[in-house]
């Protein structure tokens, strides 16, 4: 479900027909994303699933309106924050400042296999990222690892579209260096 297309059709399928199906399909491209955005905020995993899980009921019993939405993947993110953040005003625990965040990515972004990246390379971004100061990192993971839009990110997470820039940049160049290797040693260590 990476085109326009697809997505315009299933959320028309939503909206116009309550097709559960095409709510299933939705649900299911989204969830994973979602939860690992909402535990950036409320630091437990259960009440990050109910956090999301609350946000697709929502989605449900708001499906009339779907086809308004313009940028689905943004709406469906910042509601989620919102729902996060209610929890945590619920609870009276104060919300997080962006240096605080613990971001897990899921997949680095990378396909090891079509790019041919040796396992010490993996390993080398892995800790790259894992160093990454923790607000750098969760824009990273927007960007590279959910497809948000630059000015998406900065509108969802209440910067400027300069800060996200600059995240990237220290994000980009970290992965950079933390790549660059010495291939004589690599070769000969392999010997």
């Not at 559960?20 to 299911?28: K, T």
């Not at 939405?69 to 953040?85: E, H, M, P, R």
């Not at 929890?87 to 104060?94: A, G």
């Not at 613990?102 to 972004?109: F, K, P, T």
Request: proline share 3%; net charge positive.
């Amino acid at each position: 479900m990476n085109t326009p297309f697809e997505y315009s059709q299933v959320l028309s399928r939503i909206a116009l027909h309550s097709d559960q199906q095409a709510y299933r399909l939705l649900y299911e491209a989204y969830f994973d994303s979602l939860y690992q955005f909402a535990i950036t905020y409320l630091k437990s995993g259960e009440q990050a699933e109910e956090a999301v899980s609350d946000v697709f009921i929502k989605v449900w019993k708001k499906r009339a309106g779907l086809l308004r939405i313009k940028n689905l993947k943004l709406y469906l993110f910042v509601s989620t924050k919102n729902t996060a953040l209610n929890y945590l005003r619920k609870q009276n625990k104060p919300a997080l400042q962006a240096d605080n965040y613990r971001v897990q990515l899921q997949s680095v972004y990378f396909d090891p296999e079509q790019l041919l990246i040796t396992e010490e390379m993996m390993r080398r971004i892995h800790t790259a990222i894992r160093e990454l100061p923790p607000r750098c990192q969760l824009i990273f993971k927007l960007i590279k690892e959910d497809g948000l839009r630059y000015k998406e990110v900065a509108d969802l997470l209440q910067v400027s579209i300069k800060t996200v820039e600059n995240q990237m940049t220290t994000a980009l160049s970290r992965l950079g260096q933390a790549i660059r290797f010495d291939i004589h040693s690599t070769i000969s260590s392999a010997r």
